[in-house]
């Protein structure tokens, strides 16, 4: 059965870090572009940053120069570096490939990531 299990989230004060880790069953990474996104409680879930299969990075303004995203296709793995965080980054972080053809309307369970101030 195919799984996406997002993990690294938990509870950290504003100015902190944390580092999200994303790890796929059953496609590599590698052939995909993919996104992490994030739901606050009450809002609907936006893309926070993308990386492509050849490693090109996008973010959305309100993280960029905060946020790296990166891959590692041997591990199979994509990550999510979070600096600086502040309360206005408090969400259930999600990952998937971005195109929505692959694994259609499936999504993980998330983690949750919570920035006291």
């Known amino acids: 059965q195919v799984r996406l299990v997002e993990s690294g989230g938990g509870l950290v004060q504003a100015g902190g870090s944390l580092r999200l880790s994303c790890i796929p069953s059953?496609?590599?990474?590698?052939?995909?572009?993919m996104t992490w996104y994030r739901q606050a409680p009450g809002k609907q879930r936006d893309s926070v940053a993308s990386i492509t299969k050849d490693g090109g990075a996008s973010y959305a303004d309100s993280v960029k120069g905060r946020f790296t995203i990166s891959r590692d296709n041997t591990k199979n793995t994509v990550y999510l570096q979070m600096d600086s965080l502040k309360p206005e980054d408090t969400a259930v972080y999600y990952c998937?490939?971005?195109?929505?053809?692959?694994?259609?309307?499936?999504w993980g369970q998330g983690t949750q990531v919570t920035v006291s101030s």
């Open positions: 998937r490939p971005l195109d929505p053809r692959v694994l259609p309307n499936y």
């Open positions: 059953e496609i590599y990474i590698r052939y995909y572009t």
